[in-house]
């Protein structure tokens, strides 16, 4: 396999667009990072997205975004894993690249959240429908089953909860491009709206348009783009159970804690090496599960890494410096994306007030559903 | 002799009171409870319906009368709250209870008395030996106006009948159906509340057609109301089965067992048939029980009981009506009423 | 929810079908042609308990748009005595009164209804495991008399 790098990236605002279509995200982004590679050449185009056909009424978008950024007759298809498919996006252009087959990929992903469709009815498509969503299950009702059964096995509260929101809402002031870019306290969560008990609104990360864009290419050919290339050492992807009544521990991520395991082997480092992660924190409890099960915290202990401050910017292990889903918003098919987007900068040293410094190794996890797939990317800055 | 193999009810846990009725129309509450002789009702929840409680009545049926539900060759629901108005209640309830695929099914409509006339042909049936056990239910979600005095009465819930030749709990002494034309309540195609004709729903429909039947089946099983140990009249509100029951000489003793209709509500087709599922919660072996039904348009069915000595024995499989209707309940606001029966209008 | 897809889950949704696997004993809800304990395919059908145990809980505020009615739900994962995991609703309660322990029955409710013509779809909701039968029972039938003549 030939090494990879990340060699630009593009990004659009997250939040409401209500000016922006999809494709006019998808332009934005994928532009942004072949203006900074100085290229008008793609051999193909990954678009990571979860369910345009649902929010939009679009599918097929492969050639569509494809023909909108001017590139007709690149190869271009869309991946889908939930709320992971912008990680599967970087992953399968990583593969691409890798296998010789390709030399220059772009690797985007992008959602149209806020065009007037029932939200909570297509996000819960992400989980059973036969089991789960037939019964009125929604996404925070989900992780809420999940941070009851966390808080059961490890005496999780709703105040552990809130330090998420707290800590990832001070990230996100700093990121001119996120969703929220202001603070806010404990009590302003715990007295937010219930969503789905003990999940209340601020816990949950909002609905938001967005989209994000990678080129990646061999490391060997990465000066013709840029003189600070980011190398992919890891890659690796898992699943578990699509509904939660199958998994063996309601409170543990087996697939996150996989793809931890099988990116962390790949890249021949381990949690204490890594310097700065962007974690899957679409509810405030994921992203305690997601460090639990990643090795950031000891099992049991991630619930407190947030109010200490070891998980804030500054602290042992800064997660979610962008602000994570929380605080700069989830449009889901580009979360994954904008994730390599945060950790191409951070570890170019392009992350202002945000900078991790002296930041070597970044770890990005990325999933779906309530973690039936997860996807785990170990960035390296050369 | 063929009887009733196996008996179970259903009532929905919601309530609401007469009193909280009567408020939201700026009605004397005293005067409705003394009127109408009712305190509360049953209120189903927004997941709950004629196919719902069938099936809850139809499993206690089966329950008590220990008979594997393969042996079931007919399942007959009367209502005149079938959820579908083209499609059977009867096919859920029968996959539900795991009854068929060979089985012949049924949905009965005729106000009131969908019910025992359900129950009737289920008997027929296993009496001409074409079935070996046939479930007859009565289960409604009556429906009554707004403001309209069916409103403090219509109620929820229902119970079931399984029909068998051998050892029944109960023995089927004699039947008899009295019917004529009669418009005195009636809900046309696509009306959501029924109507009625007020007054004209008492002494020509109720009162004629109840004393008929039951005159006609005492003489023709040449027993006298002393002969009984209990008598169950259609309760559309707690005052009729008592007037009529009256004038018929049976006594307060003999109907109160079953006269569920002061903290049950008019359950339509489930009344009377849930009055002598109370009955038979209490019955003893030999105990002669007589009930009769009513439905609007208009017509009785009455069914002579013997009571045998399995009753006792079988009923403890099965939660009581009385436990049913004293038990865990919720007490609803005229507010959540409105939303529960949808009498809100929401964007679709 | 199209029809077909509806009437093909009928034997778990109506009748709480499961599969037990015949080599490792998992009680898979809905059944599963393969054990994802052990892979094995020598599963048999069997029908679980109208009753179990709530072992995760959650109450529903925002729900989807066909369950507006019903919130606030509560929403539980419940685990038969035959080992088999479900998620259902708990109702006739009032939702802050659920607990993770909590015993429940299983009973056949109206899940959902496709808009205002579609089809009804019918399965199990959980309901708190109401006292039947022994001292409870005979407390509550000591009060007959009383009701009746109210
Ligand atoms: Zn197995």
Redo the contacts between chains.
Sequence with gaps: MREVAIVAAGMTHFGELWGASLRDLFVEAAQGALTAAGTDHLDAIYVGNMSAGQFVGQEHLGPLMADHLGMAGVPSVRVESACASGGVALRTAFLEVASGASDLVLAAGVEKMNDGADVTAILATASDQETEVYHGATFPGLYALIARAHMAAHGTTEEDLAWVSVKNHRHGALNERAQFQRELTTDQVLSSALVSEPLRLLHCSPVSDGAAAVLVCPLDQASKYTDHPVVIRGTAMATASLALTDRRDMAFLDSVAASGARAYEMAGIGPEQVDVAEVHDCFSIAEICCIEALGFAPLGEGRHCARTGETALGGRIPVNTSGGLKSKGHPVGATGIAQAVELFEQLTGASGDRQVHGAEFGLAQNMGGTGASSVVHIFQAV | MAGIAGYGAFIP??RITTEEIARQWGKDPGTIQRGLML?EKSVP?????T??IS??AG?AALARAGVSPSRVGAVYIGSESH??AVKPSGT?VA??L?IGPEVHVADFEFACKAGTEAMFVALALVESGRVDYALAVGADTSQGAPDDALEYSASAGGAAFLFGRDDPLVEVVDTISFTTDTPDFWRREGEFYPRHGGRFTGEPAYFKHVTEATTRILDKTGLKPEDFRFVVFHMPNGKFPLSVGKSLGFTREQI??G?VV??MGNTYSGSSPTGLAAVLDVADPDDLILITSFGSGAGSDSFVLRATGLLPQRR?L???V??M????R?YVTYGEYA?YREKII?N? | MPSPRYWREIPSRYRLEATRCGDCGRVSYPPRRICPECRSTDGETIELSHEGRVLTYTVVHVPPDDFLMEAPYALAVVETPEGARMMVQVADCDPASVEAGMMVALEFRLIRREGKGGILCYGYKAVPAYPMGGEAEAELRSKESEVAHA
């Design positions: 846990r919601r305190k929840g927004f997941d709950e319906d196919i719902t099936v809850a499993r959820p579908y859920v996959e539900a795991g109160d067992p006269w002061p903290t403890g099965a939660p009581s009385r436990s209707l004293d038990g865990p919720r939303k929401v679709d």
